[in-house]
């Protein structure tokens, strides 16, 4: 058995090393493509800021696989934060790790979109659309503790695999094809939009090839499909049936959806947003005041979002969109495409303006703006000119990385202010010490910063020196770091309407700057201003101030700064798993044993996302010298 397993891991790594070594150049200009995708990835990963979102997912994600946990509230999916907990073991907590899915799954994507463009067009067009992706500025700015971009890895796979699978009605693929669809949706719930589309797009390539839909095989293959993904949802629907079977309650998305255990629910969820939220249908084409001003159409305001987070895709994109629907034998991708966006983005767009969540429009934008690039340069361009285009559009793309005002405010070139206070905690604080953090600091900063130490907020260490004096024991000597926040509000934005809260803040800041040394100012890019390194430098801004002292504390206060936190209802690491507001209990030998089943599938959940990215350079390689598809299916 070993032998077996160790001829295959080494056929595995032989593929590997032949893709990155192979002469082809093909091959060679892919592994190009993705290198600098990685690298691009790899400076957004280590600099970009840290939004409440992001705190948000980064601390659920911490002993969420320890922890057994199946989904989060506000999710029905796990698999980002098991992927997250196991880089967090692996790795540490820290910013990097914490966007390890974003960073990996992002930088396949450029192999993904280069076998599904290649599908549909050519070996050079796949190459464009890979180079495309990996300078793509709104893909790159989304390597953050998000689910969205390790989801579209998962789709953009199964969509080839399913058109792939179209070619030949072979069942193996549509299954594999289902399995990555499966990931995808217990990634993020959304990708079940993506199974209409793709019974629709079954049924339009049988009736354009004069074949029949309705016979024993097709329906062989889609149930092949159907049943694969549908293993991937036994987590959250077991979770949700034994959470209301054992509490008569659900999550927040299953509550929304059904409905059931809503006057239960409501003391956990009402405070959320989407708590209740409903689909805005007329708001898509009429406007909706509320989120689009002028009565902008909703559906036109987020298709908008790509034009000023992604100009170059978008203008491309469009002007091949109309290249392609004037010429009949290159449209199978345009059709493609309008049906794998025709349910997913009315849905999100009535009931979600997050710009996150529309990172699919780009991606499945880039084909077609390739394939006008390719049909421009091909006619009017000569190959070093062409060269001389594709230099140009990179060094355009680290130009608008570097603009302030687009969809995200996050910086590319200049790391943020709390990913610098976390590698000053990890260098140079000891691990016995106080750290006090400003409470203007937004709490899930204070928390991700400080996570692993002992920490307490400015509000809990003013109230806890007011009332040491009750504690019997002696006072200690206690190094204390104190973290300020230099402008007065780091991430609330409501603290100027605080007035005594701040004052409170400021006087115990002036504690710290009297009596301790201020051994580290944090300066990081201005938000509102545009950034480079090195021409830049003045648009930096003071954001915070870090101080040393020893302080006289009774001991006690370590114990206190230990205490479990709390944050968006869960304690951080789920610890005790079973005092957690959504844990249930199981009753009976079936639910035991389905609770188990859900339990091993989610960790072999973990475990197929890991050896997709060794699957997917197996696809490369082996799709190395396919048919030339110059037009269509």
Request: charged share 20%; hydrophobic share 50%; aromatic share 18%.
């Amino acid at each position: 058995m070993e032998e077996k397993t160790d001829g295959a891991l080494d056929k595995v790594l032989d593929k590997i090393l032949g893709f990155i070594l192979s002469r082809d150049k093909t091959m060679f200009y892919l592994f190009l493509i993705f290198f600098l995708g990685f690298v691009l990835r790899f400076i957004a990963a280590t600099n970009l800021g840290v939004a409440a979102d992001d705190m948000h997912h980064t601390l659920h994600a911490v002993n969420f696989l320890g922890a057994e946990k199946l989904t989060t509230y506000d999710q029905s999916a796990g698999l980002w934060h098991s992927f997250t907990s196991l880089a967090y073991a692996l790795l540490g907590v820290n910013q990097l790790s914490s966007r390890v899915a974003a960073l990996i799954f992002g930088s396949f994507s450029i192999l993904a979109i280069f076998l599904l463009a290649k599908e549909f067009f050519n070996i050079k067009i796949a190459l464009l659309a890979a180079f495309f992706l990996a300078i793509a500025p709104f893909h790159i700015k989304s390597t953050v503790a998000e689910m969205d971009v390790m989801t579209m890895f998962f789709v953009l796979i199964s969509m080839f695999l399913f058109v792939k699978g179209l070619r030949n009605s072979k069942i193996k693929y549509f299954a594999i094809s289902g399995i990555f669809l499966g990931l995808a949706i217990y990634t993020k719930v959304y990708p079940l939009l993506f199974i209409p589309s793709l019974i629709i797009y079954f049924v339009y390539f049988n009736k354009k090839n004069k074949k029949k839909t309705l016979t024993k095989n097709n329906m062989k293959l889609i149930f092949s499909l159907l049943v694969c993904a549908f293993l991937f949802a036994i987590p959250t629907i077991t979770h949700n049936y034994l959470l209301y079977k054992d509490k008569g309650f659900l999550d927040l998305q299953f509550t929304n959806t059904l409905g059931l255990g809503k006057n239960i629910s409501a003391q956990y969820y009402s405070w959320d947003s989407f708590f209740g939220a409903e689909n805005d249908w007329r708001g898509l084409v009429l406007g909706n005041a509320k989120h689009a001003p002028e009565g902008v159409p909703i559906l036109l305001w987020v298709i908008n979002y790509i034009r000023v987070a992604d100009p170059l895709n978008f203008y491309l994109g469009t002007l091949g969109f109309f290249m392609i629907f004037f010429r009949k034998g290159a449209r199978d991708y345009l059709i493609f495409f309008v049906f794998a966006i025709l349910f997913i983005l009315p849905f999100l767009a009535s009931i979600n303006l997050l710009a996150k969540h529309y990172l699919f429009l780009e991606v499945l934008l880039i084909p077609i703006g390739s394939f006008f690039a390719n049909e421009i340069s091909s006619k009017y361009l000569k190959r070093r000119y062409m060269k001389i285009g594709l230099v140009a559009v990179f060094i355009f793309s680290l130009f608008f990385l570097g603009l302030a005002g687009t969809i995200s405010l996050r910086h590319f070139y200049g790391k943020s202010a709390i990913a610098q206070a976390i590698e000053f905690k990890e260098e140079n604080m000891e691990l016995n010490s106080l750290i006090v953090l400003d409470s203007r600091i937004y709490r899930g900063g204070v928390h991700w910063i400080a996570y692993g130490r002992s920490y307490l907020e400015g509000t809990e260490f003013l109230q806890f020196l007011n009332s040491q004096e009750q504690i019997g024991s002696e006072e200690v000597p206690i190094k204390t770091y104190y973290i300020e926040c230099v402008p007065d509000d780091c991430g609330w934005g409501t603290v100027k309407n605080q007035q005594e809260f701040n004052l409170s803040m400021e006087y115990l800041t002036e504690v710290f700057r009297n009596n301790g040394n201020l051994v580290r100012t944090i300066f990081k890019p201005d938000e509102g201003r545009s950034y480079f390194p090195f021409i830049s430098e003045k648009n930096k801004i003071e954001d915070m101030n870090i101080y040393e002292t020893d302080l006289m504390l009774k001991p006690e206060v370590l114990e206190i700064a230990k205490k479990p936190r709390n944050w968006f209802l869960y304690d951080i690491g789920y610890e005790p798993k079973e005092k957690q507001f959504d844990y249930y209990q199981t009753y009976g030998f079936f639910d035991t044993l389905l609770n188990k089943i859900a339990i091993w599938i989610s960790k072999f959940a973990v475990f197929l996302s890991l050896i997709s990215l060794f699957y997917i350079v197996y696809l490369v390689r082996k799709d190395e010298n396919p048919v030339d598809n110059n037009s269509s299916l």
